[in-house]
C-alpha cells in the first residue's frame, strides 16, 4: 500500500492563480480530510468527506473547494491565491467513524508546501 | 479562542532521560486523546491514543497520562532516544465527530 499520496509536493503561485493539490489513497477509507498547517501552529482543518459524494466545511474553508468524485481521490482547489494560503497541506485518510467505538487513527500524506508571492 | 494548547513550543533532553510533553485543553466533550508524532517534511503519524474512561495508556517507552479534572493530557518518553527527535502534536476528538482538534505542537531535541 502507498497510503495516502499527495501531489506535488512543492508549489510556487502567483497571487491570484488557482491550482488543485491532488490527494489519493488506496486504504478504501470512507473519511478523507484537508488540513493546513502554518509555522508555529497546530493543523486547521479545511475540509473533510465522509465518503464519495459528500463534503462539509473544516474550521478553516475560505479561499479553498474540494469535491470527492471517488472514495480514493479528494483533491483541494485554490482559485484566487493569497499570500495568506502560504503554508503547509496535508491530507489525511481514516476509516468512518462510528460513535461508541474505538476512534479509528487517522493517515496522514507527505504533505505540500505551498508559497503565495 | 484555543480549546487545545501546548504551551511549551520545544524541549531539549539528554538521551536516556524521560521526555514530558503536556497539552492542556478548555472543553470537556472530547472522548478520544491522541498523539501525533511529525518529522520534518513528512506528515504526522500516529503514536498513542487514550479514551476518556481511562488515565493511562502504555505502549513499550511511551504513556500518556490523562488528567480530566485538571483538563490535562501528557506524553512521557522513556528513555528517549535520539530518533524521538520530532514535532509532537496532541489531538482530541469531540464526542459525536471524527474530527480532531490540534494543539500548536512541541519540538522534542534528544541530545546523544
Known amino acids: 500500500n502507498a497510503g495516502v499520496t499527495q501531489t506535488p509536493k512543492f508549489r510556487i503561485l502567483k497571487i491570484g492563480q488557482s491550482m488543485t493539490l491532488q490527494c489519493t489513497q488506496d486504504?478504501?477509507?470512507?473519511?478523507m480530510y484537508w488540513y493546513r498547517q502554518d509555522p508555529g501552529m497546530g493543523l486547521k482543518l479545511i475540509y473533510y468527506?465522509?465518503?464519495?459524494?459528500?463534503?462539509d466545511k473544516g474550521e478553516v474553508p475560505n479561499g479553498y473547494n474540494v469535491s470527492r468524485s471517488t472514495t480514493e481521490d479528494f483533491p483541494l482547489r485554490l482559485e484566487l491565491a493569497a499570500p495568506s494560503q502560504t503554508s503547509v497541506y496535508f491530507c489525511?485518510?481514516?476509516?468512518?467513524?462510528?460513535?461508541?467505538?474505538?476512534?479509528?487513527?487517522?493517515?496522514f500524506g507527505p504533505g505540500t508546501r505551498l508559497t503565495v508571492l | 479562542d484555543q480549546q487545545v494548547k501546548q504551551n511549551s513550543p520545544s524541549l531539549s533532553v539528554q538521551e536516556g532521560r524521560i521526555s514530558i510533553l503536556n497539552c492542556d485543553y478548555t472543553?470537556?466533550?472530547?472522548?478520544?486523546f491522541l498523539w501525533y508524532k511529525k518529522y520534518p517534511a513528512e506528515g504526522p503519524t500516529f503514536l498513542i491514543s487514550?479514551?476518556?474512561?481511562?488515565d493511562k495508556n502504555e505502549d513499550g517507552r511511551f504513556t500518556v497520562f490523562l488528567n480530566k479534572s485538571a483538563k490535562h493530557l501528557s506524553l512521557h518518553i522513556v528513555p528517549s532516544q535520539p530518533g524521538d527527535s520530532a514535532v509532537y502534536f496532541c489531538?482530541?476528538?469531540?464526542?459525536?465527530?471524527?474530527?480532531?482538534?490540534f494543539g500548536q505542537g512541541t519540538t522534542l531535541q534528544v541530545k546523544p
Open positions: 468527506s465522509v465518503g464519495a459524494g459528500i463534503t
Open positions: 489525511a485518510s481514516s476509516y468512518k467513524f462510528e460513535p461508541g467505538t474505538q476512534y479509528n487513527e487517522q493517515f
Open positions: 472543553n470537556s466533550m472530547f472522548d478520544y
Open positions: 489531538a482530541l476528538k469531540p464526542v459525536q465527530t471524527g474530527k480532531l482538534i
Open positions: 486504504m478504501n477509507h470512507n473519511y
Open positions: 487514550i479514551s476518556s474512561i481511562k
